[in-house]
């Protein structure tokens, strides 16, 4: 009996890319999303990709509990994968109530229902920002988390907590798994589905992309003079088809009744540092483009370093990254220029 899982923001970058690997798993997916912050091109690249024409798809808001609770009175969900979320950093510091209101209602909403089904699976999106900027790289789970610099990822924090206290008192009924994601870059490599910001994208890979194909005029670096080798910050960058990948592991583990806890947590990272100045000359030599850029004053709130050890996923899951930084960087161009018609 194939199992239902249900992709909340599942028409954006991270969860389009998911729906694509849970359907090639062998898992009925219902993608549900409100379109706030993307259009159908990911959604109806995601049918092209799997063949499935018929991939159920549920407009909604998960802020409204009604609409919520109809879903699953509607499917037979035995997971839940949540990425219903906002997720620009600077936005959530100029707007922190939009923030809060949303990200923790609708994560609440999917927890309140699961508990009155009786029980579920859950999947949290959660990220690397929860570690602040570290003391000691490459970070594993057990790093302290640090006060997030960014409503957002105080969101991030606080449904952490939420998921784990909810599963505690759940007598077993809910499992649940935080993965704690890196920086996600690049797109599928039928560039049918990536990563579309709408405005001004606020990270690294789309901007060069944009700046790349002539949508921007100069991709600024910001901050040559940080403590690193080459000047610049130094991420984990994680191929979004890794990334992807290691929820079908994580699905699966909790499906398979595999979880030694019941919330476990997982950092979801290469384990490789890569500074920004590296990824544009990577990006330049791997796509044979020249890209415009300059260094620029530091951005508010960046941490100088930090990236993962992900032994606990490689050996707990079985899970591990291993597309290089180049094949990511050829799709993310790839996907850019299918964007722009090219
Ligand atoms: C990476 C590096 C910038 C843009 C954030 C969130 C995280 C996750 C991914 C949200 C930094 C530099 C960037 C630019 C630049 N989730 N940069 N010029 O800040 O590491 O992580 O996004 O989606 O939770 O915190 O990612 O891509 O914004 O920046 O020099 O135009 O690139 O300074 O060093 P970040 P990023």
């Not at 620009?88 to 990200?103: F, I, R």
């Not at 409503?151 to 909810?166: A, S, V």
């Not at 009924?173 to 870059?185: A, D, H, M, Q, W």
């Not at 930090?306 to 050996?315: F, G, R, S, V």
């Amino acid at each position: 009996m194939k199992k239902t899982v249900l992709v909340s923001g599942g028409a954006g970058f991270i969860g389009s890319h998911v729906t694509v690997e849970l359907i090639e798993a062998g898992y009925d997916v219902v993608v549900a999303d409100n379109f706030s912050n993307c259009d159908r091109t990911c959604y109806e690249g995601v049918k092209k990709i799997t063949g499935r024409e018929d991939l159920p798809l549920e407009v909604m808001d998960f802020c409204d509990l009604a609409a919520v609770k109809a879903l699953f009175a509607k499917y037979p969900i035995d997971a839940v994968i949540h990425f219903a979320a906002y997720k620009a950093v600077g936005e959530s510091v100029a707007e922190p109530l939009k923030y809060y209101k949303n990200n923790l209602t609708s994560f609440l909403n999917v927890l309140e229902v699961a508990q009155e089904k009786g029980g579920c699976n859950v999947l949290f999106s959660s990220s690397a920002t929860v570690y602040g900027e570290p003391d000691v790289v490459p970070v594993t789970e057990n790093t302290p988390r640090k006060p997030a610099t960014s409503p957002y990822g105080n969101t991030k924090t606080m449904c952490e907590d939420i998921l784990r206290d909810t599963v505690k008192a759940s007598d077993g009924k809910i499992k649940g798994i935080l993965l704690r994601y890196f920086n996600p870059i690049g797109a599928h490599p039928s560039a049918l589905i990536g990563e579309l910001p709408r405005g001004v994208p606020n990270n690294l890979v789309p901007f060069i992309t944009q700046t790349a194909i002539g949508k921007r005029e100069c991709l600024s670096i910001f901050g040559n003079d940080y403590p690193t080798p080459d000047g610049t910050c130094l991420r984990d960058y994680i191929d979004i088809v890794d990334l992807a990948k290691a929820h079908v592991f994580a699905v699966t583990r909790m499906m398979e009744g595999k979880m030694k806890q019941g919330c476990e947590t997982f950092n979801v990272g290469t384990g490789r540092p890569v500074s920004v100045l590296e990824l544009v000359n990577a990006f330049e030599k791997v796509n044979g483009v020249k890209l415009n850029y300059k260094f620029a004053p530091r951005r508010a709130g960046d941490v100088t370093a930090i990236w993962a050890d992900p032994t606990l996923a490689n050996t707990e899951m079985g899970w591990k990254a291993t597309r290089t930084v180049e094949e990511t960087l050829k799709a993310a161009w790839a996907w850019e220029k299918h964007l722009a018609g090219k």
